[in-house]
């Protein structure tokens, strides 16, 4: 089939076709609706976003944790998407792939909410409260330092070392916690001190 068509038709065709996309781009039609309507609405819509640091590794990289559910109001927030936070200086954004996957970390059913305790002669671990597990640590770390506290050397100089125990701090905190850490721990007489940085 061969058509005719004149400049004039075109021109009346094209200003046609343009005047139809016009009108429906400003809302005049169904389609807009129906185009919206299939959208799938934005997961991350109406979340609290929260900044923290991977737990992982010694890096110590910067990630968002966005969460519904408002804890002001009463309700239980919980963590919908975890990414890299792209402000943090460390990682610009970009996450390894343990990063990416907290997530999972986080949701696991296996992970491990609150103390536990296997008391001696016991084959089962049981929940105790922050309060008893924090008085426990005191309590043998402090026995412990009584009984193995090496104020002097044999040569009568002051060591005030205690050899029994060792410390494992974490890595992935800021410097200022890092400082006060280190502190505490030394002012004890802690000499076995280390950081997850070279685990």
């Known amino acids: 089939m061969n058509v005719e068509l004149s400049r004039r038709g075109f021109l009346k065709a094209a200003g046609v076709g343009v005047a139809g996309t ?16 299939a959208i799938r609405p934005f997961k991350l819509a109406n ?7 991977c737990p ?12 519904k559910g408002d804890l002001r109001k009463g309700e239980t927030a919980e ?41 001696p002669g016991s084959d089962k671990f049981e929940r105790v409260s922050w309060d008893q597990a924090l008085d426990r640590i005191a ?28 410390f494992l701090a974490a890595s992935a905190t800021t410097n200022e916690t890092a400082y006060l850490t280190y502190k505490v721990v030394r002012s004890t007489g802690i000499v076995a001190f280390d950081n997850q940085a070279r685990v």
Request: proline share 4%; aromatic share 8%; glycine share 8%.
């Open 22 to 37: 016009t009108i429906g781009a400003f809302g005049f039609a169904e389609l807009e609706a129906a185009h919206a309507a």
């Open 56 to 67: 992982y590794c010694s890096v110590a990289c910067g990630i968002i944790m966005y969460s």
């Open 139 to 166: 309590r043998l770390m402090k026995d412990d330092r009584d009984a193995n506290f090496i104020a002097a050397n044999a040569a009568g100089v002051p060591v005030n070392r205690w050899t029994t125990v060792g």
């Open 79 to 119: 963590i919908l998407h975890i990414e890299g936070d792209a402000d943090h200086p460390t990682n610009r954004g970009t996450l390894c792939p343990k990063g990416a996957a907290l997530k999972d970390f986080v949701k696991a059913e296996t992970r491990l909410k609150y103390p536990m305790i296997r008391k």
């Open 47 to 53: 979340t609290m976003e929260t900044r923290n640091t």
